[in-house]
């Protein structure tokens, strides 16, 4: 996977560190692993954006 930066993620208002601070240590790796795939991928799979 390539770690070059292609697009940035914004969170609107504090609602994302709010839900992200209550998770346990499994989801928060599973959340920021979805971001770096976000982030340095130039298509995304649509399984990242299904539920969304």
């Known amino acids: 996977m390539s770690e070059i930066k292609i697009r940035t993620i914004t969170f609107y208002k504090n609602y994302f560190s709010e839900f992200y601070k209550n998770q346990n240590l499994k989801v928060k790796e ?20 299904k539920h969304l």
């Open 30 to 49: 599973k959340i920021l692993w979805t971001f770096r795939i976000i982030e340095t991928q130039k298509q995304i799979p649509t399984d990242y954006f």
